[in-house]
Structure formats: structure tokens, C-alpha cells
Antibody
């Protein structure tokens, strides 16, 4: 059974940093691209970032480009999202998601909540 | 980026009836269209990919259709567990984008 467990959320200061982690199990981690998708309070889903299976290619939404960095450690079966220069509009529930191919997300974690506020 | 527009924003349907949800893309996405169900406090669940292919374990009462710019999710014989928010998402090219969601509520 595929399991994705996010952690690292919490209260961040505007202009500050947070690092999210997603521990994965139940599948061959190094064979799959992985993504982060977020949902701001009362809003819909927003794709944030994707990294390919070996970490050589990364993709970002314009809203986070230059501020967020996605990475992975295939030896630890863990996905990361380094969030710098945080803004209030980054407040959201952040999901780790595994695609079945491309960016069709067939497995999701339960999410970790990030709140950006002074 | 491609803008996905869902309608209606809220749909009220009685259990046992059929619900029809629409999704429109601002430009063609071929059949690169997925539908998700999202309930409060739960992770989203993939229902449909490739516009019309049901994901693993999804009940046959869920069906998707369309291509290009116009897509439909149909839910037959609505069950109590089907009342949720539904999102469409294209994955034709970067960035993948979601619609704003349709809330399916009990009438």
C-alpha cells in the first residue's frame, strides 16, 4: 500500500523559511516523479512543484518559482520542499502526491498545514 | 497557462439521482484531463484520467467524457458518500492546472 506522510508544517514568519518533508513507502520510490500540491483555506487545489524520479528535472508554479526548492533523497525515500521568502499567500495545506504518470495524481498524503503570519 | 473553468460552482442533487459536472479548458488539452473527489479532512482521490478512464477501484457509476476543451463528469445513482467537492485538472503541458471545483451537495 502506498503511503505518503508529510511533516514540517507550522507557523512561518513572512520572509522566513520552512522545510516540508514527505516520507514515502509502499512503492519503488526512485522510479517515480513526485509533486507538491497545496490548498489555501477556502480555495481549490493548486499544483506547486514536481521533481522527476532521479531529481534531475524540477518544475515550479510561477507563484513559487525562485522561492521554493523541491528535492528528494532516494536513499531515504523522502521528498522535500524548501520554502523560502514566505508570503501570507503561501498559507495552505500542502500535499505530497505521487503521479501514475506525468502529473495525474493517484496517491496523496494527508497534508501538512503551513501558516504564514507575523 | 491553461485556465480550467468548472460549472456550476454548487450543484444540489437528491440521492439516487444523476449529477452532471462540467469542466472547460481555455485551450485544447486533448484527453489529458483528470477528475478528483475531495472530502473535508481527507486527501483528494483520483476518479478519472485520460478524460474517460476510471482509476483503480472507482465505482462504475462515475464516468467521464469529452475531449479538447469540453469535459463532463457524470455520477449516476448518487450515494451519500458521493457528496463532496470535485475538481478537474489538465496535464497536457506545464503547468498542470485545476479548476476551481464544483461542490456537490445533498438536495
Amino acid at each position: 500500500e502506498v503511503q505518503l506522510l508529510e511533516s514540517g508544517g507550522g507557523l512561518g514568519q513572512p520572509g522566513g523559511s520552512l522545510r516540508l518533508s514527505c516520507a514515502a513507502s509502499g512503492f519503488t520510490f526512485s522510479s517515480y516523479a513526485l509533486s507538491w500540491v497545496r490548498q489555501a483555506p477556502g480555495k481549490g487545489l493548486e499544483w506547486v512543484s514536481t521533481i522527476n524520479s532521479i531529481g534531475g528535472s524540477t518544475y515550479y508554479a510561477d507563484s513559487v518559482k525562485g522561492r521554493f526548492t523541491i528535492s528528494r533523497d532516494n536513499s531515504k525515500n523522502t521528498l522535500y520542499l524548501q520554502m523560502d521568502s514566505l508570503r501570507a499567500e503561501d498559507t495552505a495545506l500542502y500535499y505530497c502526491a505521487k503521479p501514475r504518470g506525468a502529473t495525474v495524481f493517484d496517491n496523496w498524503g494527508q497534508g501538512t498545514l503551513v501558516t504564514v503570519s507575523s | 497557462e491553461i485556465v480550467m473553468t468548472q460549472s456550476p460552482a454548487t450543484l444540489s442533487v437528491s440521492p439516487g439521482e444523476r449529477a452532471t459536472l462540467s469542466c472547460r479548458a481555455s485551450q485544447s488539452v486533448s484527453s489529458d484531463l483528470a477528475w478528483y473527489q475531495h472530502k473535508p479532512g481527507q486527501a483528494p482521490r483520483l476518479l478519472i484520467h485520460g478524460a474517460s478512464s476510471r482509476a483503480t477501484g472507482i465505482a462504475a457509476r462515475f464516468s467521464g467524457s469529452g475531449s479538447g476543451t469540453e469535459f463532463t463528469l457524470t455520477i449516476n445513482s448518487l450515494q451519500s458518500e458521493d457528496f463532496a467537492v470535485y475538481y478537474c485538472q489538465h496535464y497536457n503541458y506545464w503547468p498542470p492546472t485545476f479548476g476551481q471545483g464544483t461542490k456537490l451537495e445533498i438536495k
